[in-house]
């Protein structure tokens, strides 16, 4: 069974640029969460989507933005970078109503 | 808004020793989950927490879950150089939503 995946893995981007994250889910979850990892304020949510429609949203500015497509697929966008973006983003694979939490492995993210 | 807390943030562990991490978190929820994390990994799923008075183990590990008190508690038991890692506890939210401690450091010594 596969596991979730997320790429690229690594990225460095320069200030103002934006990029895309991509996360595959397991087959067959329909719910994926993101959450931004950094040193000095840990792990937190930016969003979920479930079905094709955000369901939930973290505290974080309009910069920050994802969908998902039909198959479950998901992908958040960066606009306008900034040095401080720079952060692990993990996305997680969820059947949702149902517990159980599978996180892909990251991409690393680097603002320049 | 949830809150969790974890503590110590630092633990440095004998080899053959115990310990406990502590996770406490400030309003009530059925479902508590610890996760493993290596340097520059992801996170590994260790245990998922349901209900009060849930137990879980996994080799030297043991989780266990006080609804009551919403406290969670991680024992590691003669502790050895492979558990050296980033511990994390996450306590969901009633929207579905992982609000997680900021984890605890072990690293393990001979």
């Known amino acids: 069974k596969a596991g979730v995946t997320q790429t690229p893995r690594y990225l460095i981007k320069t200030r103002g640029q934006q990029v895309t994250l991509s996360c595959s889910p397991i087959?067959?979850?329909?719910?994926v969460s993101w959450y931004q990892q950094t040193p000095g304020q840990g792990l937190q949510f930016l969003f979920e989507?479930?079905?094709?429609?955000?369901?939930n949203k973290g505290n974080f500015p309009g910069r920050f933005s994802g969908r998902q497509f039909s198959n479950s697929r998901s992908e958040m966008n960066v606009s306008t970078l900034e040095l401080g973006d720079s952060a692990l983003y993990l996305c997680?694979?969820?059947?949702?109503?149902?517990?159980?939490?599978?996180f892909g492995s990251g991409t690393r993210l680097t603002v320049v | 808004e949830l809150k969790v807390e974890q503590n110590p943030l630092f633990l440095s562990m004998q080899e053959g020793k115990n310990y406990t991490i502590y996770c406490n978190y400030s309003?009530?929820?059925?479902?508590l989950y610890w996760y493993r994390q290596d340097p520059g990994k992801s996170l590994e799923s260790l245990f998922v927490?349901?209900?009060?008075?849930a137990v879980k183990q996994e080799g030297r590990l043991m989780a266990s879950l006080d609804t009551k008190a919403r406290l969670s508690t991680l024992h590691i038991t003669a502790a050895v150089h492979d558990l050296s890692a980033t511990y994390f506890c996450?306590?969901?939210?009633?929207?579905?939503?992982?609000?997680f401690g900021a984890g605890t450091q072990v690293v393990v010594t001979p």
């Open positions: 989507y479930f079905s094709e429609t955000q369901r």
């Open positions: 087959s067959g979850h329909r719910s």
């Open positions: 996450a306590v969901e939210d009633s929207w579905g939503k992982l609000q």
């Open positions: 927490l349901l209900s009060n008075g």
């Open positions: 997680a694979s969820s059947p949702r109503g149902v517990y159980g939490y599978t």
């Open positions: 309003t009530t929820s059925d479902r």
